[in-house]
């Protein structure tokens, strides 16, 4: 196994990685691409800026690559990695300002998109490769999109309506007396 300190980048070129080759990734918010969505995850908490949230909040992408060919699928990369964040945003219910963890394993294969609209292909968004289940996404001209699948990923488990404390009552409404309608 190498690793690959950092040289996963946003685009991966699929010419440029030796096959049946695992190699380690890591990123942080060091890297421009994950600073990026790290900026974006904390664009709802507003009391301070999304930049000012960069030194008290954190994005972690790890895991491994590997690229395989098979007669059926032709060339394709399978990604185990996860995601673990830590952003800032505010409670829907009450507006305060509050942190939320993610934490997100994945297991994705990107195959060429020409074997999208395929009968192996159509209409799935996972298959069974190399004796587990992946998701799909499908890579252009060689290139597979990191940085959009890694985006995705989070996006898919962000939490939207975070709530700081869910059982708690707010002032000024009477629990006891719901409303009839």
Known sequence: MQKHDNKVAAQINLIKIPANTIYEFEFDQETDWVKDMLLEMNEHATDKTPEAYLKETSLYISGEIEKKNKIEYGEYLIVNGNIEAEYATECVRTLKPMKVQLNVPFKVSFIDESMAKTELFDGLDETWIENDTYEIYFYTKR??????MIHEQIFLN???YPVLDADAK???VDWRNPPRG
């Open 143 to 148: 290139t597979v999109d990191f940085q959009e």
């Open 158 to 160: 962000y939490n939207q």
């Open 170 to 172: 707010l002032l000024g």
